[in-house]
């Protein structure tokens, strides 16, 4: 089985609608696919209604956490959309990122970078708008190559001069909430350096004694090394430790499939869920 557990559509910050992003993961020879949208379950419906014969969809939302300055992302699966608290905390997130993306623009704008709010919502659509879609602005100007060269801190890292702090929840929070909701929680991408300050090893164990289910191992973001640690850290402190694209479309370069989750690994997220359930055509 080939099992991707971390993907993104339009509803975010991705390029594919969810109805083109399950078709390409057919396509691609993917049995099982994620959708992670940040902080929304928008496109589940959407993706569900085309799923295309043979490939299974597992529902969930990447939602945004901090811990003590830092930020990080919580990959929850197969939980309850309808359950309020974390309903109501998604809501305040997103409720977050308009006036947020506002602030980065005018950061921008003072740096000397001639980007508007009216490209940039051009750009997000209907979609979650985000740091992506301000990159992808960058990209358009000619700023930064690509979206990538945008998440340094010259510009949208964590500690870049355009960046602007939003609503974020605390991780053992975000736990509480997931679990409560029926769901699983992986955090997501947990070493990945170049994208700013990461949360210390510490940190990932006291997650895992308050209800983390698992680390996001392999992931682009993780040189060879770092992956074999994170696998090596997954087993000492009990997680599933998975693998997936991160992919959001033509805006960044990763591939569908290009990491994998092992079966049984997916078996034991598939069996923790209980808020929803995996959705074959």
Not at 20 to 31: F, M, P, Q, T
Not at 41 to 67: F, I, K, N, Q
Not at 165 to 186: M, N, Q, S, Y
Not at 212 to 240: K, Q, S
């Amino acid at each position: 089985m080939r099992i991707d557990l971390h993907t993104h559509s339009t509803a975010s910050d991705g390029t594919d609608t969810p109805a083109e992003l399950v078709r390409n993961a057919a396509r691609a020879g993917l049995d099982v696919v994620a959708l992670t949208d940040h902080d929304t379950v928008a496109g589940h419906a959407e993706a569900t209604a085309a799923l295309p014969a043979g490939l299974t969809l597992v529902t969930g939302a990447e939602l945004s956490c901090r811990l003590d300055g830092v930020s990080l992302h919580m990959l929850a699966y197969l939980f309850d959309p309808r359950e309020p608290e974390l309903a109501r905390e998604r809501e305040l997130v997103r409720d977050d990122r308009v006036p947020r993306a506002r602030a980065m623009v005018a950061k921008l704008q003072e740096l000397g970078v001639p980007v508007t709010w009216e490209q940039v919502g051009r750009i997000a659509g209907d979609g979650a708008v985000g740091r992506p879609h301000i990159a992808s602005a960058l990209v358009e100007l000619g700023v930064v190559p690509d979206v990538s060269a945008a998440f340094t801190s010259d510009w949208l890292a964590n500690d870049g001069r355009a960046y602007v702090e939003k609503h974020e929840l605390d991780p053992f929070e975000a736990i509480r909430l997931v679990k409560g909701a029926g769901g699983v929680a992986v955090f997501a991408h947990p070493l990945a350096l170049k994208r700013g300050q990461c949360v210390p090893e510490s940190a990932i164990a006291e997650l895992a004694a308050a209800g983390l289910d698992g680390i996001e191992a392999d992931h682009m973001d993780h040189d060879p090394a770092t992956r074999a640690r994170l696998h090596g850290l997954a087993a000492d402190l009990g997680l599933l430790a998975t693998g997936s694209s991160d992919y959001h479309g033509s805006r960044k370069t990763c591939r569908l499939g290009e990491h994998l989750t092992a079966p049984d690994v997916y078996a034991e997220i598939a069996d923790r869920g209980s808020g929803a359930r995996p959705v074959t055509a």
